[in-house]
């Protein structure tokens, strides 16, 4: 069961994308902003994929998603972002730090449901999942120096 975590200030929609997403199958976990989703990081089994809203109250998201990319254990947990303004500097820069994907609040909770299911088939369903990729240029050995 593919396992969630949802970092939304508004409470109205952190509780409809949680029953919904449960609704579907998935393991939710919530937290009201990037502090408590910080915190709760520590506790919890690590997600399969977060949702993290951009604009919230003690720590934004792309503040959350600095820190958590910056993590060892955190860095390859792919994030997508939902924000209900369009903010082009913030959505550039969370996709310049890792991001996914960005899902536009406007949508219905439905559609919104429905592209996070899309992003974590496309996550899960490739050979080897992002989480596991490994990230940056191969160092080169004198193995391979010597075959050139």
Do not use: C, W
């Not at 919530?30 to 690590?46: F, M, S, V």
């Not at 191969?138 to 193995?143: A, F, P, R």
Request: no cysteine.
């Amino acid at each position: 069961m593919p396992r969630m975590l949802i970092i939304e200030d508004e409470e109205l929609l952190r509780n409809l994308y949680s029953e919904l997403l449960e609704m579907k199958g998935f393991h939710v976990d919530t937290a009201i902003d990037g502090k408590a989703a910080l915190e709760q990081l520590n506790e919890i089994r690590k997600p399969d994929l977060i949702l993290l809203d951009i604009n919230m109250p003690e720590m934004d998201g792309i503040e959350f998603l600095r820190i958590i990319k910056g993590n060892e254990k955190l860095k390859r947990i792919p994030v997508v972002l939902v924000s209900g303004i369009i903010q082009v500097e913030k959505i550039s820069a969370g996709l310049d730090l890792g991001a996914v994907g960005y899902i536009e609040k406007a949508n219905s909770p439905v559609e919104v449901i429905s592209k996070i299911e899309m992003i974590l088939n496309s996550i899960l369903n490739t050979p080897m999942k992002r989480n596991e990729m490994k990230i940056g240029p191969k160092k080169l050995g004198d193995e391979d120096i010597r075959s050139m």
